[in-house]
């Protein structure tokens, strides 16, 4: 067992904490990146639905 000073254990505890909320923001940022994806999703398929009651938009959309 190797004894440590109290600086390396601060530092340690530092880094364990760093790694934390790297993991804490990480895991934020999936989940608004899955709930943006799934809501994208949901507004592809509403698109799909509303160009093909019009085919009109479908053509605007295509220009675009």
Known sequence: MI???KKH???DFLQKMKLKQAI???GMIGFAVIKSL???GRFVKHLTQVIK???LGAL???KA
């Open 9 to 11: 254990l601060i530092s």
């Open 24 to 26: 804490l923001i990480g």
């Open 3 to 5: 004894v440590r000073s």
């Open 38 to 40: 799934i809501s994208i």
């Open 53 to 55: 009651k019009a085919p």
């Open 60 to 62: 605007f959309i295509y």
